[in-house]
């Protein structure tokens, strides 16, 4: 049974819907994509033209369930924000990277991260950065220190900011000075 026979559509119906039935199908497809996440406007409206609904009908279901609240791109970044801070330790360009990705206006995007407190964010850095110091035990510190500094820069963290951290861990260790090549501007 193929996937759109199990969603009770037939091969037949893989045509271009339109009429009373693309609301229908519209609307069932946004439901059944929000109860399972929280999805942005522009995700719910690329679903949609995969399913082949006109683009006029989207934008009005799209639009009657931005009334409704149950689409609200502001609160899903927030959440977003949140979320993929605490649980993946991603800073502000890797959740700036991420809201993009997924279809965020970049006045709800900046909205969320304005709320994202920059000493939160050192301080996750530093806990990313304990976490995968003490994974590298045994590797040479400059070593270790190279590693550290590509996990951060590739969760978003300012090189400024990782390369101060390092430096603050390796004298913590007793390990000689060392110089990352990049200054502690943030």
């Given amino acids: 049974m193929t996937r759109d026979a ?3 559509r037939s091969s037949a119906d ?7 039935e693309a609301e229908a199908v519209a609307r ?12 942005s406007r522009q995700q719910l409206a690329e679903a949609l033209a995969r399913r ?3 683009q006029a009908t989207a934008d009005a279901v799209l639009d ?5 609240g149950l689409i609200d791109d502001g609160e899903y970044a927030r959440m977003l924000v949140r979320s993929k801070h605490e649980s993946r330790g991603l800073a502000r360009r890797g959740l ?26 050192a301080a996750t850095a530093r806990r990313l950065l304990d976490k ?13 220190a190279r590693r550290v500094m590509g996990t951060l820069g590739r969760k978003g963290y300012p090189p400024g900011l990782v390369a101060r951290l390092v430096r603050e861990r ?15 501007v943030e």
């Fill in 132 to 144: 995968r110091w003490e994974s590298l035990r045994g590797v040479a510190p400059e070593v270790r």
């Fill in 14 to 20: 893989q045509g271009p819907v339109d009429g009373p």
């Fill in 170 to 184: 390796m004298d913590a260790d007793g390990h000689e000075p060392w110089d990352s090549g990049v200054a502690d």
């Fill in 28 to 39: 069932a497809v946004v439901l059944r994509l929000l109860a399972a996440a929280p999805r």
């Fill in 6 to 8: 199990a969603r009770g």
């Fill in 96 to 121: 700036a990277a991420e809201l993009r990705r997924r279809g965020v206006g970049e006045h709800d995007a900046q909205t969320a991260l304005d709320e994202l407190d920059p000493e939160d964010e």
């Fill in 64 to 68: 009657r369930f931005t009334e409704v």
């Fill in 52 to 54: 082949d609904v006109p």
